[in-house]
Structure formats: structure tokens, C-alpha cells
């Protein structure tokens, strides 16, 4: 199993990074091809029991054969514009369909397939609704077709956005991983702010704001550098509840800090048409001042704790600090070199970028060479992008069964209408309504999908009431991101609680106090969107910047510092005014 797991996981790696130098390769068959190469990973290489074994077998077959015939017969499928021939296309379109949906459920549990599958069903008898929300009804063989052998449902343009460049930059990130890149973010940390008040928590800080912009997952964000900190707080005297919310708090802030973004970043620029640096630039100062929030928090914490900084000899020599960082630093500068000097395209930048990093997993930061552990290193990498690859394909083409679904049945323009209605053509009630169905579907989806399925509904209404594109995206996959700390979902706090053996709701009520600008941040980029204009503005944005960090201060202070109720009321209405009173004034 270990050598099959190994033969797989290098098969789509190379795939994927040949891709990028291969020249053009037709859409139906790059991304079907990315769907046979991830399913082993969520059939087979999975645990479970017998019959979810023998029944994954059975699934990763036929979906392997079903995908290699699309990419087979791509040129034919072309002339036939979405429209099912025969028996035998439509049986490979329900196995497609089944596939996708329990690959899904398989990688993510229910939440999501199951809203794939009421869309699948609103499409096949939505003529049966009476009223607005009905449809006129679409022939079963085009319904089908155009999900399974065109570019309009599972093979659509998210799916691409998965194959091209999703996947490059989850190699990216379990390259430098598998290396020493990891405890190289460590030592920064340490470094840079183990010596401060509240420095163990600090730490944490820093290296999951690190760490989470190559890894863009708040759960292996915590468990990485959890692993860590954690341990690290506890000594110290931290109370659990505490240290827990810090590093889910602060590990939740990966998804929001460039480059990666769990894969957000990417998703947003197939669906804005925004470059993707253009989307870095926008979103670089709010991810800092999210940290900046946590920062605050914790120095509040520490005016009411002992909150100990590291001791001397649990900090990394600067010696230490200079070789490990160099095992990220300069695979990080051949990626920004490629995007921003040479101007190549992200992807083919960081295809640069995991060679780079290739060749340093040979090296060890105590100058040895040891080739059992280089060979380790390159076995972790494969398999780790191989999984990563794999549940965000498996997320995203089943996001793309109810994108393929709106659009087919006119769904999306129906709920957009019924947003501008319920809002009353005003803006902040509308931004309320998608913040709520934001939290709401959070919970139970990964954010990437919940950003992909809310932006869908909600994104044209907030465009049309005057926001700009950029600015309605990235306020949706802000709110997206709140189950992650927020009961009664919240992932990263279930981890991080489990870790250290402390109460998860004690914990969430921590974080979300630690996390307060998670919630105010995204109202920010509307009543003041020069926060994002730092590339087009970068006088006004730094303006702005100060203006929002006061205000956040100010708001964490009142939530969280040594003071009494009054002077928290105050210090809190000072914030928001700081915050919201200039847009509403101006």
C-alpha cells in the first residue's frame, strides 16, 4: 500500500507541474484527468471499514474510467454542446454525478453534497414549484450534459482554477513543509517576540500568520504549530483557555493572509477577473490588522494574567534563526521574483518556487546529509500535496455542481432579487443578510466553499447596490471564515480545545473575544475600502490603516482589558467611532 500510495501521490504531482510547462492542454482533459488522479486518495487511501473499502474501490474505478473517457473523447465531446448522446453518456454523467457528491461527503462529511444534491434535484423538478422560485424545466440529456461533458458544471471554470493553480500552490506548501521551512517559521518567531510580555503567545502569532500563508488551513495550521506553542504556553502558566483560543484564533488567520489564502485567492480571481497580485494588494493590510487585533488581544490578557515570556534558553540562536529561515526565504524570493520582477504567472512562479524548494529538502540546517531522511522528506511531500490536492478537488467540484445548477436554472438571479428585496435596496442590510447566510452556511462547508456558494447568490446583489467586485468578494470570504472560532461550529477551536484538554466553549468564548476583528474587519473594507488600495493609494491606505487600528485596539481593549464596565462601554463606543463614524459622517 505504502509503494501504491507513493507511485500515486508522484503521479499527481508531476501532472500537475507538467501541466504548467507542457503548454495549453484542453480543459476537458486536464480537469477530468485532475479528477482521476485525486479520487484514490478519498477512496482508497482513506481509513474505514470493509465495506467502506470495498465500496470505495468499486467508486474510485468507475469514476477513474468515467473521467478517463471524457478526457479521451474531449474533441467529440466538444461538438456536442452539452447534450447527451445515448445510454451510455448518460450512465458515465451519473457516475460522474454520484462520484463527485460522495467523494465529497467522503472528505468532508455531509453538509455539502447534500446542498449538491438538492440543487441537482431543484433542477431535474424545479418546473414542479409553482411561483417565482419554479423554472421552466431543462431536458434531462442537457441538464446532465451540460454538468458532465461541458465546461458548465464539474468541469467549469472553478475546476480549473483547481487544476492550474490550486494545486501548484498545495505543492508549494508541502514542499517547504516537508523541509525545514516549518521550524524555520518557528525560530522567526521565537526570535522576533519570544522575549516579550506575553511572548509564548505571541509566538504563536506569528508563526500560524507564517505558517498559514503556505498552508491556507486553519486546522493544519493548529495542528502544526500547536504542536508547538501550545506545550510552550502551558509551562509557562498560560491559562488553557487562553492558549487554545490564541492558536485557533491565530491559525484561522491563514485563510485570510496572502499568498495562499486557502485557496480563496485563486477562486476569486476566476470569478472577479482581478489579477492576482491586484487581489494580494488588496488583501495584505486587512490580514495584517486581523494579527495586529490578536496582538492587542493578548497584551489586554496580559494586563489581567502573568502571561511569562520565553526564557533565554527556549529561544533559537541567531545563528539557528538565519540557516532555518533560509529554507522558506528563498523559495519564497523566487516566487515573488517570478510574479512581481519577471512577471510570469503565479503558477509557473511557484512551479519555480517548489523546484527551488525541491532541491533544499537535500539539505539539513545541521550541514549533515542524510539520505534516508531526504528521501522521508520527499515521501511527506508527495503524499501531503497529494491528500490536500485531492479534498480541495473533491470541494470544489462539488461547489461547482451548484454553481452549474444556478446558472442553468436562472436560481441565482431569483435569490439575488430576493436579497435586494428583503434588504430594501440598501446596502448595509444587504451586507447583514450575506454575513448571517455567510456564518450560517460556514458552519457546515469549508470556507472556500461557503465563500464560492454565498458570493454566487450574494455577490451580484452587492454589486449592483454599489460595491466593487473585489470588495463584495472579499467581504463574503471574510464572513466565511467566522465558523472557524464561532460556535456552534467552529474548527480550529475543536482542535485547538482537544490539544490541550480544556472546554471547547470556554475556548471559543476566548477566541472570539481574541478574534474580534475577524468580525469588524470585513464592515471596515466597506465603510472604508482605501484599506485595500495600497497598490492605486498607498497614502490613504496607510491612513487608513492607522484609523482601523485604533479603533480595533480600542475595541479589544474593551472587550478584554483590566477595566470596569463603564470604562469598557466607553473605550467601546470610542472604537466604533473611530471605525464607522468618518464613513457615516463623510
Not at 477577473?273 to 489586554?300: D, H
Not at 446583489?461 to 467552529?490: D, R, Y
Request: with cysteine; hydrophobic share 60%; proline share 4%.
Amino acid at each position: 500500500m505504502r509503494m501504491a500510495m507513493i507511485a500515486s501521490a508522484a503521479c499527481l504531482v508531476v501532472f500537475h507541474l507538467g501541466l504548467i510547462f507542457w503548454g495549453l492542454v484542453p480543459n476537458l482533459v486536464s480537469r477530468p484527468l485532475h479528477l482521476a488522479l485525486a479520487l484514490p486518495w478519498i477512496f482508497l487511501f482513506a481509513d474505514g471499514g470493509k465495506a467502506s473499502r470495498w465500496s470505495g474501490i468499486a467508486l474510485c474505478a468507475l469514476g477513474m474510467a468515467a473521467s478517463i473517457w471524457i478526457a479521451w473523447q474531449h474533441s467529440a465531446l466538444g461538438d456536442q454542446y452539452g447534450f447527451l448522446e445515448g445510454n451510455f453518456q448518460i450512465a458515465i454523467a451519473v457516475v460522474l454525478l454520484v462520484v463527485v457528491l460522495e467523494a465529497a461527503r467522503r472528505a468532508i462529511s455531509w453538509p455539502l453534497p447534500l446542498v449538491a444534491l438538492l440543487a441537482l434535484l431543484y433542477g431535474l423538478y424545479g418546473q414542479l414549484i409553482p411561483g417565482e422560485f419554479g423554472h421552466s424545466g431543462t431536458p434531462l440529456a442537457s441538464f446532465l450534459g451540460t454538468l458532465t461533458i461541458a465546461e458548465g458544471g464539474i468541469w467549469g471554470s472553478l475546476a480549473g482554477v483547481s487544476v492550474s493553480v490550486v494545486a501548484i500552490f498545495v505543492i508549494f506548501g508541502a514542499v517547504l513543509n516537508a523541509g525545514e521551512a516549518g521550524q524555520g517559521f518557528m525560530n522567526i518567531a521565537s526570535s522576533a517576540a519570544g522575549r516579550l510580555k506575553g511572548g509564548a503567545a505571541k509566538v504563536s502569532v506569528i508563526s500560524s500568520a507564517l505558517f498559514g500563508s503556505i498552508s491556507g488551513s486553519a486546522s493544519a495550521n493548529v495542528a502544526s504549530t500547536g504542536a508547538i506553542t501550545l506545550p510552550a504556553m502551558t509551562k509557562l502558566g498560560y491559562p488553557k483557555r487562553l492558549a487554545a483560543a490564541v492558536e485557533a484564533v491565530a491559525s484561522s488567520g491563514g485563510q485570510i493572509m496572502p499568498p495562499l489564502m486557502g485557496a480563496g485567492a485563486f477562486v476569486m480571481v476566476e470569478l472577479t477577473g482581478v489579477p492576482y497580485t491586484a487581489i494580494m494588494a488588496a488583501a495584505v493590510l486587512p490580514a495584517l490588522l486581523y494579527f495586529f487585533a490578536v496582538w492587542v488581544g493578548i497584551n489586554a490578557y496580559a494586563g489581567r494574567h502573568v502571561l511569562a515570556g520565553l526564557a533565554a534558553e527556549d529561544r533559537p540562536s541567531m545563528r539557528a534563526v538565519v540557516i532555518t529561515s533560509a529554507f522558506f526565504a528563498i523559495p519564497f524570493a523566487v516566487l515573488m521574483w517570478g510574479m512581481f520582477v519577471t512577471g510570469t504567472t503565479p503558477q509557473y512562479a511557484a512551479s519555480m518556487a517548489i523546484l527551488v524548494g525541491f532541491v533544499m529538502l537535500f539539505f539539513h540546517a545541521d550541514g549533515s546529509f542524510d539520505l534516508g531522511r531526504t528521501l522521508n522528506r520527499l515521501e511527506s511531500a508527495v503524499i501531503n500535496a497529494a491528500r490536500q490536492v485531492a479534498m480541495i478537488a473533491a470541494i470544489i467540484l462539488c461547489a461547482s455542481i451548484i454553481i452549474g445548477v444556478l446558472s442553468i436554472t436562472g436560481l441565482g438571479v431569483k435569490i439575488t432579487s430576493l436579497i435586494l428585496s428583503a434588504s430594501g435596496g440598501m446596502l448595509w442590510p444587504s451586507l447583514l443578510l450575506t454575513a448571517l447566510a455567510c456564518l450560517v452556511l460556514g458552519m457546515e462547508v469549508p470556507t472556500t466553499a461557503a465563500y464560492v456558494i454565498c458570493v454566487s447568490v450574494a455577490g451580484p446583489a452587492l454589486t449592483k447596490l454599489g460595491l466593487e467586485p473585489l470588495q463584495a468578494h472579499l467581504f463574503v470570504f471574510w464572513f466565511a471564515l467566522l465558523s472557524t472560532i464561532t460556535p456552534p461550529v467552529c474548527g480550529a477551536v475543536f482542535i485547538a480545545a482537544g490539544m490541550i484538554g480544556e472546554n471547547w466553549l470556554k475556548v471559543a468564548v476566548t477566541a472570539m473575544s481574541l478574534g474580534v476583528g475577524l468580525y469588524i474587519i470585513p464592515l471596515t473594507m466597506i465603510a472604508n475600502p482605501a484599506i485595500m488600495e495600497i497598490a492605486v493609494n498607498p497614502l490613504a491606505a496607510v491612513v487608513a490603516l492607522a484609523q482601523i487600528g485604533i479603533g480595533l485596539a480600542l475595541i479589544s481593549y474593551a472587550l478584554i482589558g483590566a477595566f470596569t464596565r463603564f470604562q469598557r462601554t466607553g473605550l467601546g463606543l470610542a472604537g466604533f467611532a473611530v471605525l464607522f463614524a468618518p464613513a457615516i459622517l463623510g
